[in-house]
């Protein structure tokens, strides 16, 4: 057995915008495969930005987490041994490994001013030199005339020394997905800034001195960040360090081949929390962004048998691999993700679709908020929306009529096509013989019942049904109907079928 590596990965979001979805692939991903190998999954805070990082984000980020059932081993909440992991919190360790990159030979001081930075900037643009980057002016200064100049407080950056040529010209190493990558040294940024002039560390200094010092064994990160890990790579060897192994994982785009964002429609946890989607349903299909788990059986849009890979996240957990990953980039499709949210929906029971449901239920009730009556209803409603509810707050906009009664319908909406509304006022009256029977049937009774009577006087049962249907529920589209007067109950059935009979009785007389 070879002595590898225990397995430790990390999400290290810097907290300065809303949990996005791209985000929580990369923690999922990360997740799944500690899970996988029976590693450990940290959270690191990468707050440096002292600009960009607010709190509230960091709050949004623990809701987000904890909404998508998605836990760490370690991390600012959960401690662990390699606390703190929150980057602001370590500030004295990163002046520290800069220092020792100084003392290596690997980094040095720059003294360089903003306005210096600024004026060769416009220079090289003026003369369209085309050079870009730090002109390595600090790089030569002896170490002993540095640190005097420092000591007496001018105010400096430290920079790392990118090889210039003595280590070979490029920076060479192997992505787990991407294969062998080599990077012209030429192409990494000029000697890069480490530690800024506040004391503060750049994200490259901080992240690789604390993957390093918090045992990470595999970088799963976006491939926005590919172009940064040569730097890093040159980083680890400056300090010494075996570089962890990476894995750069395919983007997240829209429809159109762009990084997905808020132009293609929800894109933060908070957005799709907000419109009703369940936490099964987007972790299901973000653990497929970017991944394969089963080969034949996935989801067709458009077929009326459609299957698809339908996992638990323990199911995911189980099966998870690198090996399943691809490399083209993963297309965010809203609507596969609205058909896995309906699965999650159809795989409810009724008092946790309920549960679920009845904050998106503002408005319906008859007072500010239910009832326990009117929670009994709403909850033994739940077969009736269940299978064509995508969304959760379609549940309650299906099922207002059940405690309200619907504003008056025009009286077109009581007559069924062909017939007169003499003939839809006599049907409706029918109808409202059989709804105290009605009431106490289940469905296979009331059907037999309805279909009996509409026999015997020689009308077509969806003629009989159909005015019945738009006096109890305002609409000719509605929930089943049978359930609907059921949960209505009698009284409350046979009152809204009378104020209907009367409006009609009114526009006869007229
Ligand atoms: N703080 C970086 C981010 O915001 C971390 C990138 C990485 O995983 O190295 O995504």
């Not at 595999?218 to 894995?247: D, K, N």
């Not at 106490?440 to 077509?460: H, M, N, P, T, W």
């Amino acid at each position: 057995m070879s002595l590898e590596k225990p397995v430790r990965v990390r999400y290290a979001p810097s907290p300065t915008g809303l949990q996005h979805i791209g985000g929580v692939r990369t923690a999922l991903f990360n997740y799944l495969f500690a899970a996988s190998l029976g590693g450990r999954f940290i959270l690191r805070l990468e707050d440096t930005d002292r600009t960009r990082s607010d709190p509230a984000y960091v709050q949004n980020l623990y809701e987000s987490f904890a909404w998508l059932g998605l836990r760490w081993d370690e991390g600012p909440d959960t401690g662990g041994p390699y606390a703190p992991y929150v980057q602001s919190e370590r500030a004295d360790l990163y002046r520290r490994y800069a220092g020792e990159l100084l003392d290596r030979g690997e980094a040095y001081r720059c003294f360089c001013t903003g306005e210096r930075l600024e004026r060769i900037r416009h220079e090289r643009e003026a003369s369209h030199s085309g050079v870009t980057g730090y002109d390595r002016f600090c790089r030569d200064i002896p170490r002993e005339e540095a640190d005097a100049r420092a000591a007496a407080g001018e105010a400096c950056t430290v920079r790392l020394k990118i090889p210039l040529d003595a280590s070979g010209p490029s920076t060479c190493f192997t992505d787990r997905l991407l294969g062998e990558i080599e990077w012209k040294n030429a192409d990494v940024s000029p000697d890069p800034v480490l530690l800024k002039s506040d004391g503060f560390p750049t994200y490259h200094l901080a992240n690789v001195v604390d993957d390093h010092l918090m045992g990470i064994s595999h970088v799963l990160r976006a491939q926005e960040w590919l172009s940064s890990t040569p730097l890093h790579v040159i980083m680890y060897r400056a300090f010494g360090w075996e570089p962890p192994e990476f894995c750069h994982l395919p983007m997240v785009m829209g429809q159109d081949g762009k990084k997905l964002s808020k132009r293609h429609g929800a894109a933060s946890v908070d957005e799709f929390r907000r419109q009703g989607y369940l936490p099964e349903a987007l972790i299901n299909y973000v653990a497929l962004l970017g991944a394969s788990y089963e080969e034949g059986a996935s989801y067709e849009e458009g077929s009326s048998q459609r299957k698809a890979d339908i996992y638990s996240l323990e199911e995911l957990a189980a099966s998870f691999s690198l090996d399943k990953l691809n490399k083209a980039p993963a297309v965010f499709d809203y609507q596969k993700l609205e058909w896995y949210n309906g699965q999650y929906i159809r795989m409810k029971d009724d008092e946790a679709l309920a549960a679920l449901a009845l904050p998106y239920a503002g408005g319906i009730f008859a007072g500010n908020e239910a009832t326990a009556a009117e929670r009994r209803v709403f909850t033994a409603a739940m077969p009736l929306v269940r299978e064509r509810a995508v969304f959760l707050p379609d549940i309650p906009a299906k099922l207002a009529y059940l405690f309200r009664d619907p504003p008056a319908a025009p009286t077109e909406v009581f007559i069924p096509q062909k017939l007169g509304l003499a003939q839809a006022a006599a049907l409706l009256r029918m109808g409202r013989e059989l709804l105290p029977a009605l009431a106490a049937l289940d469905d296979a009774g009331a059907e037999a019942l309805v279909k009996e009577r509409a026999a015997k006087e020689s009308v077509k049962l969806g003629d009989l049904l159909m005015p019945l249907r738009a006096a109890l529920t305002g609409s000719r589209v509605s929930p089943p109907l049978f359930g609907s007067i059921r949960l209505l109950g009698a009284d409350r059935a046979l009152a809204r079928v009378d104020r209907a009979l009367a409006q009609m009785d009114r526009a006869l007389a007229r």
